[in-house]
């Protein structure tokens, strides 16, 4: 957290720049913030943890390079099909139609201006670490192979995992860089001096820095997932019901559940609830922003390797030492506080209003669920699971609610999955496994 911290500062200094920029583009905005944080991150772990040095990204540096041509060849092949696909994915779809939605038109933007340095790039990569693998025949070289037709030499379920992780990175980039503008533009507009009311004109502004933090490491996340920073993706939730109840949550599908489900916002807010109750009026506000830091604080700590759906490394520090999904507990907390369905007019609507928001905190109940899942194939998650059981904030409440207590499930994720060695490399599927 030390490193992150570092990055926050950095991305704070870039803020002030940003916002002291007239006219400045938001999308370029937006790449510098990015750049802020996650570069002294980089750099500062590569230096002091030497996370390119662990055993996890599947790199020996202990020896020299041992590098053959045709294989290297084979992997920017796989390369090079897999960005074709990520854009096939953003062509097909008319949601992504670039040309005619404004709020996607900054990350076209980027991609214009940065996809060809990728592209030109990429073979860079693939030459600078394929002699260091421990396991050089990685996935791209399969996906290679296969449009050769040497379809024996592929696992299918180490491809489908390979296409799942782009899936998540393809969906997730593109939308947080677009939450990204949004706050961004939040917070160069909000003006305290001609805000009615100068506290609420302060919180404004506090609540949007909160979540424009938020954002920035959720982008750096989806755009850096590299073995050399030990921030690749190791494996990707590949069931479906998992995948629901993550995406169910966010655009474009939340539009659709909000409006004709979950629409539990039609009583008001605590802005109008508590406007003229006094003190009660700051407390409240203060409160507020404190939960949503807490779960600022439990997205900062993956630093770069921050990522719906996927596993990239255990975290047991900063706020999960109290808990586990601090983020969820905070952000669905806080939803209570910001829309107080509690108060209406008529005590039937507002018992309905309390019901849909029960919904709302029951999907993020299930996607917890779905994700320790997933994280207990990694035997560190389940140690850690099992001593949050004993340890956590919420014990006395999963003395009350057994179903919060963390059971290990002892039946394989998939068929299709492929085992994965934690300690760094994915391994064949077992048959039968």
Wanted: charged share 15%.
């Amino acid at each position: 957290m030390r490193i992150n911290g570092v990055g926050i500062v950095s991305f704070c200094i870039a803020l002030g720049f940003v916002v002291a920029t007239p006219d400045i583009d938001f999308g370029h905005g937006v790449v510098i913030l990015v750049a802020a944080y996650a570069l002294p991150i980089i750099i500062l772990e590569a230096l002091i943890l030497k996370t390119w040095a662990r055993s996890s990204t599947g790199l020996d540096f202990s020896r020299g390079p041992i590098r053959h041509w045709p294989r290297i060849g084979m992997k920017i092949l796989g390369v090079y099909a897999t960005f074709g696909l990520v854009f096939g994915f953003y062509w097909v779809f008319p949601h992504y139609d670039f040309g005619q939605r404004g709020d996607v038109s900054y990350y076209w933007n980027f991609l214009r201006d940065f996809a060809p340095l990728f592209v030109l790039l990429a073979p860079v990569y693939v030459w600078l670490i394929d002699g260091y693998l421990r396991r050089p025949r990685d996935v791209y070289w399969q996906v290679g192979a296969l449009l050769l037709l040497r379809r024996s030499e592929v696992d299918g379920s180490e491809i489908a995992q390979h296409l799942l992780g782009w899936l998540v990175k393809a969906f997730f980039l593109l939308l947080m860089f677009s939450f990204t503008v949004d706050h961004l533009r939040g917070v160069v507009g909000i003006n305290l001096y001609r805000e009615p009311h100068s506290w609420l004109g302060a919180y404004k502004l506090v609540h949007s820095v909160i979540f424009l933090l938020d954002v920035i490491p959720a982008a750096a996340g989806y755009l850096l997932t590299f073995r050399i920073f030990d921030s690749h993706i190791r494996s990707t939730d590949p069931t479906a019901f998992g995948w629901m109840v993550c995406l169910m949550c966010y655009p474009p599908f939340w539009g659709t559940f909000d409006v004709e489900f979950f629409n539990y916002g039609g009583g008001g807010n605590w802005v109008t609830h508590l406007r003229d109750a006094g003190f009660l009026f700051p407390v409240w506000g203060v409160l507020m922003l404190g939960f949503e830091s807490v779960y600022i604080w439990a997205t900062v700590i993956f630093g770069i390797r921050f990522s719906n759906l996927t596993h990239r490394g255990i975290i047991t520090k900063g706020p999960y030492r109290f808990t586990k999904h601090p983020a969820y507990v905070s952000k669905n907390i806080s939803w209570w506080l910001i829309s107080m369905p509690f108060i209406s007019a008529a005590p039937l609507e507002a018992f309905r209003l309390c019901l849909l928001l029960l919904g709302v905190n029951a999907i993020y109940y299930f996607r917890a669920k779905t994700e320790e899942r997933h994280l207990s194939r990694d035997p560190a998650y389940v140690a850690y699971a099992l001593a949050m059981n004993q340890r956590s904030v919420f014990r006395p409440l999963a003395r009350l609610l057994p179903f919060l207590v963390y059971k290990p499930n002892p039946v394989p994720l998939s068929p299709t999955m492929p085992d994965i060695d934690y300690e760094g490399t994915t391994t064949v599927a077992r048959p039968g496994a």
